[in-house]
């Protein structure tokens, strides 16, 4: 179970994260929505430490970190539960596929290389990726790129996997192959927090959803309630925008 109470984050003098309180189930998908600048991408960031959240406590499983007292050894800790997948991809340009991926196992984990490249394989697989093995970045579409990305996550085997907009550099006829992986995924029941702006996919593949706004969670529920009959003004206002073909019990 991950767990999030009284997450805060400031930049400068800009409060982006205002006391954000969030549970999310082991094998659940949890999918954050929100429009540009409603703080769920920080969020997200916060929970692997990619950003310092200055007050709140983090729970995943049996580990908890109190964001006001964050040692080195903590640090370690919460990130080696949590594994990010990037909207960039942020592959080593100068690394394979399966070298992408077997780096977190042979320098944080200190597998040996043969065990890290038969666990990579078996990963590149799954992902649809078995044949481009030794392909370089650049010789990979955007779409194969992510999919890397999500084995190279996978490989380190988190208690939860993070996923920010993994769709959203890719072209169109792109997007529908990173979102099968990701479905596919979800059935093996790995929890997951998606930040995505794709409606359908959420409605699809999330068993709870968030809806963010102005630093705060505005209203969360399951994809069949808060689509059709969300509860707060914001909501509707949202959802009536991005989806305006849905329509909506008042």
Known sequence: MIQLTGIRKTFGKQEVLKGIDLQVAKGEVVAILGPSGSGKTTLLRCINYLEKPGVGEIRIGDFVFDARRPGKKEIHALRQRSAMVFQQYNLFAHKTALENVIEGLTVVKKICKEEAQRRGTELLEKVGLGSKLNAYPSQLSGGQQQRVGIARALAMEPEVLLLDEPTSALDPELVGEVLAVIRKIAREGITMIIVTHEMGFAQD?????????????????????LFTRPKEERTKQFLKRITPELSYSI
Do not use: Q, R
């Open 205 to 225: 593949v999330a068993s709870h959803v968030v809806f963010m706004d102005g630093g705060v969670v505005v209203e969360e529920g399951a994809p069949s309630e």
